[in-house]
């Protein structure tokens, strides 16, 4: 909706062009430190959960990074990280060209924002809708001077993820409004501080199938239209097939593979991402999926040595669990980090491999 | 699976079911004049969104709802033993006693919140131990506990987590303990009230796939309940589609996805994004269903549907056979049917039903 009323200053005015990075993450880590219950008999020990690690993000302004995986895979831990929510152990973020520890919190929330999947969890369920608007636009001064001001910002940005008319909304308690529209207002909350980055987080998992399409369309808008920079964090992939311009695939914290969103749903390089592909419910197949790779996400306290997935792996060799594989570049953009794709191990399988299916 | 259409017993047939919830003018209709009939040994889905009725049905027809909700009119027919009809009873009006016996033996529930549902200071031994006690089977403590065991071995979780507590265990395994407690009975049919909508895709499938496998083997019948009808396409015998307390569509699964007969149906398909071809910009459904307190006169569905008829807002449609018909196994609630010609996307002729060893029915018509 960029046809509000500029006064309001709830619309950011973008000169962006597409595509420039806005919010850059490099070999990001996250361990955390945990205390296991005391067993009988034995000492409280500690471990180290390996949540997350060394994962690389660019996010551009106008497209949608989706990070794709089970639960368990590092998805929030990750978007968390992209927010400051969570510290990382060791890699750097870097916004707008700056180092994200030079921005103090309030200027880096001001341009880095975070949606999350319970929209119920999220508001304040003694608060109305106006309150939950208002506030951030008053802490970010988003809103010119006096009530009135306040009043239209809060309309407008109401009005900016199609909650409207306006009076129908604006002095609802959370309870009021179903789960889609209250995922909206969680938008329109994240968007009151003016971000330029928007880190969704599943924000589609817990509401109806019939209305998700209507909240992913209403992000894209806002990508398209004001050139936000945007995570989508999903565990379903057909979704961050529509949805986003590239995906990165996560696994037991870390990238698997990542490249153009149509490119590696349509042409997976990684077992894992074939993995999700089969999961995922498709109509059109003729006969049941058979998945490959059964079995659960392993625990992170000890992860697997080599390849994290080589365990469920259907076509692992042995260099697999003994070395982690590189990335490897296999199309333009696109990168698997599996060593079957590697030149020294690209002929030995014999079984129908993984992603050898036509594009 | 169940193509086989000769011997189709009913082991669950509702008829006519009305739910209300409160009374008077302030009563929410949420389940009117439904039909659901579920065969031996068939997987139902009954997808639409949430509000629609679904999970009022499940508790409606076995008896569960709690105040304020009221069965007001209706028969839910259940036949405990195949090839037994006279032993037919009407759980409606079953006694207190019947009701006792028929519950978690014969029916069984798994409820979507009912993963956190299991006691969280009771091992899953333990829990398993108590149901198949409850119920006397078993005829030693060591006998109940192999069986669970083997419960648990059924729905793919190693027997070693007998002694875990449920905060041990994943979201996916604490809802595999939920349906193993569910078959400890071996009961004839078993209800899923969206039993794996909190868990991710991988966790889903793999649950999906238990339950496929334990009903070739056991035989029970399923009602499987989501408001994801994606789901539903690739595993259910039939779908009966839901909307606003009724059911619009009940169609062979296969026929409802590439020739769906109702709006409603059509724009659910139009809900969730393929894994193939283009990206197209998909719409969902704008616009939310009616209020059940006042549910509107004609189809609850017009005010949504880009083909509605002047008649569509006055006349309620009733549940029956489309224009185009099929093997008689599909029933439709739309008065577009009565028209000459049926806009596009109503009018896809019907699939080929392909049944193993059968010949292909509906030609014949
Ligand atoms: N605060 C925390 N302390 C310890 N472990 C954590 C914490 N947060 C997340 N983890 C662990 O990190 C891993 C990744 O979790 P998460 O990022 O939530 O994954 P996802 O969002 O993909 O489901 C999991 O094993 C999880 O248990
Ligand atoms: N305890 C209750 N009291 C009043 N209304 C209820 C109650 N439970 C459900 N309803 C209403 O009944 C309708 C159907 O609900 P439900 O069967 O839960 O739908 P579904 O399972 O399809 O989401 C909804 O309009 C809901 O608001
Ligand atoms: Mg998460
Ligand atoms: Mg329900």
Redesign the pocket.
Known sequence: MTDANPETQAVPVVNRPRGEVVLEAKGLTKHFKVRSKPQRGQRRTRGIVHACEDVNLTLEAGRVTAVVGESGSGKTTVSRMLAQLTKPTSGTITLEGKPAKGYGLRAYRHKVQMVFQDPFASLNPVHSVRYHLARPLKLHKRAGAGKEALAQAVEALLTRVKLAPTNQYIDKLPHELSGGQRQRVAIARALAAGPTVLLADEPISMLDVSIRLGILNLLGELRDNEKLAMLYVTHDIASARYFADTMTVMYAGRVVESGPSLDVTDNPQHPYTRLLLDAAPDPERETPATMQARGSAPSLIDPPSGCRFHPRCPLALPICSEQQPPDISVGEGHVAACWLRHDDYKNTTTTATAGDSPA | MSADTTDRQPVLDIRGLCVD??YGDAA?H?VIEADLTLHRGEVVGLA??????????AYGATRLL?Q??VVTDGIVRFTPDAGKPDETIDILEASPQQLRAIRWSDIALVFQAAMNSLNPVMSVQAQLIDTLAAHGRGASRRERIDRAGELLELVGISQDRLKSFPHELSGGMKQRVMIALALALEPQVVIM?EPTTALDVVTQRQIMEQIMGLRDRLGFSVLF?T?DLSLLLEMADTIAI?YA?RIVETAPARQLFHAPRHPYTAALLDSFPSLHGERTVMTGIPGSPPD?RKPPAGCAFADRCKFALDRCTADQPVLSSPAIKADGRRQVACWLHEENELPEPLAAPEPAVQAAGAAPEGGSK
């Not at chain 2, 509000?51 to 009022?56: A, V």
């Open positions: 919830y409160g929410t949420a639409g969104e949430s509000g629609s009725g679904k999970s009022t049905i709690r304020p909700g009230d309940i408001h839901m307390g059940m």
